[in-house]
């Protein structure tokens, strides 16, 4: 399990977004993002919607969700002294919870471990900017919340990419990504497209720590970072990052991981549903630089994307 210290000192040196004004608080990123503004306690429960949740979690007025944290916009720790978490993701499942009535008990866990442990119980549900692919949706279900996806960066001095539409065009390239994510997954799925067009193929080096991705392309280790789009945007956002992003590969709902059959989703969808309603959902993503990832309503399981 990554501790909030040490991911913090990862993030803190490439993309400086932990520095502090003179009262404390986060100060506001390159990107104009302010961490510490609340846009999530002026929400309230709404009765008709908490009636949707089962009765033994309304007795037990909380979740136990489990949580994947990295870099912005999703969820990360603005200051390494504090284990108070930001981001997008736990500006929605907080706002979720209010109208819900329910209490979050988060943990921090490594984003390849959280889906496994859904159907043990361990977790309610999952956060971590889990895409909604053919492949999960046989083991997880998805109450999306936004649109999101695949990107790809390179360091900001690289003119041989300016965009990536093709992965052929990354053949012979070391490329840095996330482990156990759908980028992992479409690296590795698509590798026989270098040797069909008779060139060396790419080599996929995975890292369980978001921040190791960046580094590794920083350092020269990798040449490519593919990730996702907002955090890429983000990442380009910030002077001291010193990346480009190339642009978008393929987009991908994001949502609210759930066991396979569970009975979480109708209330979490209509909660969701409730967010874009009354405004908030509009203010968490405008927050966090993201309103092109808005969704006019949440799903339960859509298909992916084609």
């Not at 919340?145 to 070391?174: M, R, W």
Request: some cysteine; overall charge neutral.
């Amino acid at each position: 399990m990554r501790t909030p210290k040490t991911l913090a000192a990862v993030l803190l040196p490439v993309l400086a977004l932990t520095a502090c004004g003179s009262g404390g608080s986060p100060a506001k990123t390159a990107q104009g993002v302010d961490p510490g503004r609340d846009v999530v306690s002026q929400e309230k429960k709404v009765d008709t919607i908490a009636a949707l949740l089962p009765p033994e979690v309304r007795a037990a007025g909380s979740v136990k969700v489990g949580a994947a944290f990295g870099s912005p916009p999703s969820a990360y720790y603005p200051d390494p002294g504090s284990k108070k978490a930001a981001g997008l993701d736990i500006d929605i499942t907080d706002a979720v919870a209010r109208v819900l009535g329910l209490t979050v008990n988060r943990e921090d866990a490594a984003f390849d471990t959280i889906l496994p442990a859904l159907g043990s119980g361990k977790y309610d549900l999952g956060t971590g900017n889990f895409g909604v692919t053919t492949a999960r949706l046989q083991t997880v279900d998805f109450v999306t919340y936004i649109d999101d996806g695949q990107g790809f960066a390179v360091k900001k001095d690289n003119s041989s990419l300016t965009a990536v539409t093709d992965l052929v065009q990354l053949c012979g390239l070391n490329i840095a990504t996330g482990a156990g994510t759908t980028f992992e997954s479409t690296l590795n799925a698509k590798k026989a497209a270098c040797a069909t067009a008779g060139k060396k193929p790419y080599t996929v080096q995975s890292y369980s720590d978001n921040g190791a991705v960046l580094t590794s392309l920083q350092q020269g280790r990798s040449d490519v970072e593919m990730s996702t789009i907002n955090g890429l945007r983000y990442q380009a956002a910030q002077p001291a990052a010193g990346v480009k992003f190339l642009g978008e590969y393929h987009r991908l709902d994001v949502g609210f991981a759930f066991r396979k059959g569970t009975p979480l989703a109708p209330a979490f969808q209509a909660a969701v549903n409730q967010l874009i309603k009354d405004g908030t959902y509009q203010r968490i993503l405008e927050k966090w630089g993201t309103a092109g990832s808005a969704i006019p309503a949440s799903q339960t399981n859509p298909p992916e994307h084609s």
